[in-house]
T-cell receptor, first 111, second 116 residues
Framework: SQQGEEDPQALSIQEGENATMNCSYKTSINNLQWYRQNSGRGLVHLILIRSNEREKHSGRLRVTLDTSKKSSSLLITASRAADTASYFCAAQGEGAQKLVFGQGTRLTINP | GAVVSQHPSRVICKSGTSVKIECRSLDFQATTMFWYRQFPKQSLMLMATSNEGSKATYEQGVEKDKFLINHASLTLSTLTVTSAHPEDSSFYIC????????????FGPGTRLLVL
């Protein structure tokens, strides 16, 4: 399978804590993207990090990329109940438009 | 951000019938759109890449005669599930590239198909 892997598959934390999700991919990439999906809904684009970048921030989100290990992490700081959702990484290969999604992490933030 | 719509949002049909799902880019032109399928509690699996004015490119294991894709304009791609069966019940999501390779994809809200 070309699909990437994410861990953990499920994560449950208390509101206010930080949540970290990891993603590994298999091929050389142009960029790696993170998406959020609320239950039964479409995907919301969170952040894109290019292969020549190592870290990127957007609000409470911090994404890192290690191309030597073919891995990325998403950190959500000061989590809120509204952050409860599934989070997916998606790798876009060099010269390609299609995305290969990871298996996703189901994040639950407990009030 | 760019907007992609899908219609219908939900459809229930009898086994053996065909169902058409539309994907539209509302405020930009998309030469390439993508169709994904997502089963409950699973990730998105790419089914095919839809190219405006040419044949779609299907991923391995996806039957092109069962999942017909038409991309007749720069803002519309359609997916037709022909002779649907209960195992085709799934969440179908489309996306569109605003630019070329290396750019963000914008996703539609998805279509939930239930085949009885």
């Amino acid at each position: 399978s070309q699909q990437g892997e994410e861990d953990p598959q499920a994560l449950s934390i208390q509101e206010g804590e930080n949540a970290t999700m990891n993603c590994s991919y298999k091929t050389s990439i142009n960029n790696l993207q993170w998406y959020r999906q609320n239950s039964g809904r479409g995907l919301v684009h969170l952040i894109l990090i290019r292969s020549n970048e190592r870290e990127k921030h957007s609000g409470r989100l911090r994404v890192t990329l290690d191309t030597s290990k073919k891995s990325s992490s998403l950190l959500i700081t000061a989590s809120r109940a509204a952050d409860t959702a599934s989070y997916f990484c998606a790798a876009q290969g060099e010269g390609a438009q299609k995305l290969v999604f990871g298996q996703g992490t189901r994040l639950t933030i407990n009030p | 951000g760019a907007v992609v719509s899908q219609h219908p949002s939900r459809v229930i049909c009898k086994s053996g019938t065909s169902v058409k799902i539309e994907c539209r880019s509302l405020d930009f032109q998309a030469t390439t759109m993508f169709w994904y399928r997502q089963f409950p509690k699973q990730s998105l699996m790419l089914m095919a890449t839809s190219n405006e004015g040419s044949k779609a490119t299907y991923e391995q294991g996806v039957e092109k005669d069962k999942f017909l894709i038409n991309h007749a304009s720069l803002t519309l791609s359609t997916l037709t599930v022909t002779s649907a069966h209960p195992e085709d019940s799934s969440f179908y999501i489309c996306s569109a590239n605003r630019g070329g390779a290396g750019e963000t994809q914008y996703f539609g809200p998805g279509t939930r198909l239930l085949v009885l």
